[in-house]
């Protein structure tokens, strides 16, 4: 059987859970760096048994009602798939386009003067990831599976939901099988 959006998933995954060069790894060299220095810890754990990483398109709201998890929140989910009839024979050529959602909170009453610097590095970081020269495609390819740096960024306003405030970040990246 084929997997078409799974495999993406999966080697998305793959790329953010990486220890050395992966999400977390991207934003702590970014807090070392001197790039954002004072901007607040960030980890995710990918695992199946993650409290703060999910493979589901779901509104955070409904799972602060429904569940265990917590924020940070990381959602990943594919959106869509088109078969383009590339290759003759293939049950599938296309294109998949996955989204990776961020959703940061704030425990302060009030809303924070600056919310754009800890958002912007984690812009930095996922695309400093996904686009890297030399990881992420070496793990897409394994696959063939084609990416050719296709990632945006859409922030959603501050929104007093979550802890007290929360914002998502919606990555939206396209892949080609």
């Known amino acids: 059987m084929p997997q078409i959006s799974k495999i993406v998933r999966k080697d998305a995954v793959t ?14 060299a970014l807090q070392v760096g001197g790039n954002y220095p004072g901007i607040p810890d960030l980890v995710f754990d990918f695992s199946a048994t993650s409290s703060n990483f999910i493979q589901s398109q779901v509104a955070p709201q409904m799972l602060d009602e429904s569940s265990n998890y917590g ?5 990943m989910y594919t959106l869509g798939s088109q078969d383009d009839k590339d290759r003759k024979f293939a049950i599938f050529a296309g ?4 989204a990776i959602d961020v959703y940061i909170s704030q425990e302060t009453n009030e809303a924070t003067a600056d919310t754009e610097t800890m958002a912007d590095a984690i812009e930095d970081a996922m695309y400093s990831m996904f686009n890297s020269s030399s990881f992420a495609p070496s793990v897409l390819m394994a696959d063939a599976i084609i990416y050719n740096g296709d ?8 929104q007093q939901a979550g802890e007290n405030w929360l914002q998502q970040l919606a990555f939206r990246l396209t892949f080609q099988l």
């Open 15 to 28: 790329i953010l859970s990486d220890a050395t060069r992966g999400f977390n790894a991207t934003y702590a």
């Open 71 to 75: 924020y940070p929140l990381m959602a």
């Open 95 to 98: 294109l998949v386009q996955l």
């Open 151 to 158: 990632i945006a960024l859409s922030r959603a306003p501050l």
